[in-house]
Every structure is written in structure tokens, then in C-alpha cells.
């Protein structure tokens, strides 16, 4: 699987909107300034995950994106899937035409079972990683930032770094 820079933005986006949201809607101008994403990209890429239902878009004054359903139902592979992102390291991108002719249709090339099986573990993967999990991960990372660590000195006192 090649995951290009839509799934990656996508998902970074979501994680952002997800550690956000309990303040109220989030803005895309607001995402795109801290995440160094395109505004009219997000504007796509948003789009979609409304229209799959992922997000939810509060329009006027104060108004943003917040997520359509809990972060613990939302998997990555629903957010990749949402913004057209293919899930395939198969030659033929699963038609089963690995050698690339119209002549040559349904033949497949000597790995074509081990990509399609790999196809279908990402999927398993992805689909079993939900948007909660990398906002505690996240959290963590954050949290293990901001930790004081005191040594002592030979004077007796501590330092801290």
C-alpha cells in the first residue's frame, strides 16, 4: 500500500478536529494553520468525510466541524476509505489484470496473492485503529512533553531541566 497525502492529511486532520472538538466546532483555517495543510485541501477533503457521514459541518458565527459519531467508532480505514484513498498494493489495483492488457484480462501476475492478502491485513489494520486511539496516543506524547525531571545537585538542591 502507497498511503499518499490525502489519506496522511486526512487522518492528521481528524485527529486534530478530534482533540479540539470538546471546545466547540473546529475550524479548517484553524487545522490547516496548525497542521501546515492546504485550507482549500481540507476544504476537499471535509467534503467527503461529510458526505460519508464522518464529520459534521455548524455553519454561522462560531461555526466549524466537529465528528458525526463518536472517535471510538471512527476507524482510519473509514477515514481513508472517505476521501477515495485506495487501500491496494495489488499490480492491478485489484482488477485482476496484473499484466495490463485488455487481452489479458483476469490473469494474474505470481504475487497477486500475496499483495491482494496484504491488501486485506492493511484493511484489518486500519480498520481496527479508531480515531480515539491516536488521540490518546497523542495525548500521552503530549503529556511525557511536560514532564519535569529533577536531579539532585551537589549542593543538595535540585534542578530542574
Known sequence: MRLTTKGRFAVTAMIDLAMRQENGPVTLAGISQRQDISLSYLEQLFGKLRRHDIVESVRGPGGGYHLARLAEKVTV?????????????????????CHGSDQERGIHCMTHDLWATLNAKMVDYLDSVSLQDLVNQQKKKHAESHVVVMRPTFSGHTLSQ
Open 77 to 97: 480505514a473509514d477515514i481513508i476509505i472517505a476521501v477515495d484513498e485506495p487501500i491496494d498494493a495489488t499490480q492491478c489495483g485489484g482488477k485482476g489484470n
